[in-house]
Structure formats: C-alpha cells, structure tokens
Nanobody
Framework: QVHLVESGGGLVQPGGSLRLSCAAS????????MNWYRQAPGKQRELVAQ???????NYANSVKGRFTISRDNAKNTVYLQMNSLKPEDTAVYYC??????????????WGQGTQVTVDS
C-alpha cells in the first residue's frame, strides 16, 4: 500500500511559479512511474507530466516548456515545478503512482490532491 501526500499548492498570480511536492511512503518508490494529473471544474482529469524511475519524461502539450517534473528516489518524492502559470492552469493537482508494466490503472495510487489557483 502506497501513501501519497501532496503539498505546495496555493494562489498565485499569472506569470508566477509554484512547486508541488508529493511524498510517497509504504512502497518501493523506484517500482512506480510517477505522474501529476490535474482536474479543473467541469473537466476531465488529465495527465500533466510523467517521469519513470529511470528519468524519462513526458509532458502534456499545454505545459511543455513551463512545467518540469523531477523525482528524488532517495527521498521517495516527486516534484512539479510550474513556471509562467496561466489562469487555465487552475485545477486540483493529483500525484499518481503507476506500477511499472501495469496495463491498467487498477493498481494505481493517488494522493488527495492540492488546489492550484492562478488569478490576479
């Protein structure tokens, strides 16, 4: 059983920056692909960024060049650095742990979510 706890959300002005953190416990961190998802009001949850245990990266087109995902396997923590934030980035951001090799999300773990609001 993996437990994920996000932190770092908040209110920021357009153009500002935030760094989200997700601390994992209860599992072997390196056995999971770590993801950040987000869900805005009235919209479906979408994948924002992904990082494998080996460091391969994947980003949604809407955040490329602005967001950076990283992980510290020694600290069992994944980060999302968000720069040049836009109002359309406003959403609840969720940390996700996906077992390496799993073909479905049936065995994924999710954090409780952290609110990011971009507003002047």
């Amino acid at each position: 059983q993996v437990h994920l706890v996000e932190s770092g959300g908040g209110l920021v002005q357009p153009g500002g920056s935030l760094r989200l953190s997700c601390a994992a416990s209860g599992g072997i961190f390196s056995m999971y692909v770590m993801n950040w998802y987000r869900q805005a009001p009235g919209k479906q949850r979408e994948l924002v960024a992904q990082i494998t245990s080996g460091g391969s990266l994947n980003y949604a087109n809407s955040v490329k060049g602005r967001f950076t995902i990283s992980r510290d396997n020694a600290k069992n923590t994944v980060y999302l650095q968000m720069n040049s934030l836009k109002p359309e980035d406003t959403a609840v951001y969720y940390c996700n742990a996906h077992p390496i090799g799993a073909s479905t999300q049936d065995y994924d773990y999710w954090g409780q979510g952290t609110q990011v609001t971009v507003d002047s």
